[in-house]
C-alpha cells in the first residue's frame, strides 16, 4: 500500500500495463519462469492473450468468459517467486468423465490442484467429489482448480481443463 501522497503499486501498473512475460523475466526461479513461458506460449497457440486484471494479475477469456485468471508476481513478499493459476471451474460432468479413465498416478495433477473449501458460501464443510477412484472430502463446492508454482506436469493438466472450460464455453454460446 502506498504512503499519502505516493502513487501506489496498482496505480502504476494500470498505467503501463504490463505484459506477463516481463513479469516472468524477473523471475529468480528459473523452473517456474520456465513452466510460466511455456504456459504463455500455450496460450499464444489458442490466440488468447491475457489482459491486465490486477497489480500482477491478468485474465484469460474465451468468448467473454473468463477461463483462468494468473498471478505473477517476482519477488512476492520480498521471498520467492509466484506464479499462481486459477481456473474457473471447467464442466463438472465432462471433467470427471476425462478423469474417470485415469489411473491414480495420472490423476494426481489434478487432485493437486482442485481447491479446499475454505467456507466462502454457505456450503461449508464443501462436498465429497469423486475423480476416478479418488474420494475427497471437503472439496470446494465450485469445483475450481488452483495451481501455486505449477510443474511442467501440473501444466499439462492445466492445458486439459482448459480445454475443457473452452469447449464448454463453446458449446453454451
Not at 498505467?15 to 513461458?37: A, I, M, Y
Amino acid at each position: 500500500m502506498a504512503k499519502k501522497g505516493e502513487i501506489s503499486h496498482f496505480e502504476t501498473q494500470k498505467k503501463n500495463k504490463p505484459t506477463p512475460q516481463s513479469l516472468f523475466d524477473q523471475f529468480s526461479d528459473k523452473e517456474t519462469r520456465e513452466v510460466g513461458v511455456k504456459f504463455l506460449e500455450y496460450l499464444s497457440e489458442l490466440r488468447t492473450n491475457p489482459s491486465w486484471y490486477a497489480t500482477n494479475s491478468y485474465s484469460v477469456n474465451y468468448k467473454g468468459k473468463r477461463v483462468c485468471l494468473l498471478r505473477i508476481d517476482p519477488n512476492y513478499r520480498g521471498g520467492d517467486d509466484r506464479f499462481l493459476i486459477h481456473l474457473y471451474a471447467p464442466d463438472r460432468q465432462k471433467t470427471e468423465t476425462y478423469l474417470a479413465n485415469l489411473s491414480v498416478v495420472e490423476l494426481q495433477p489434478y487432485l493437486s490442484g482442485l481447491k479446499r473449501c475454505v467456507h466462502c458460501a454457505g456450503c461449508a464443510p464443501g462436498v465429497t467429489v469423486t475423480l476416478g477412484s479418488v474420494q475427497m472430502d471437503e472439496m470446494c463446492r465450485y469445483f475450481g482448480f488452483s495451481y501455486h508454482n505449477p510443474t511442467t506436469i501440473q501444466l499439462e493438466a492445466v492445458k486439459k481443463l482448459i480445454e475443457i472450460r473452452r469447449e464448454d464455453i463453446g458449446s453454451n454460446a
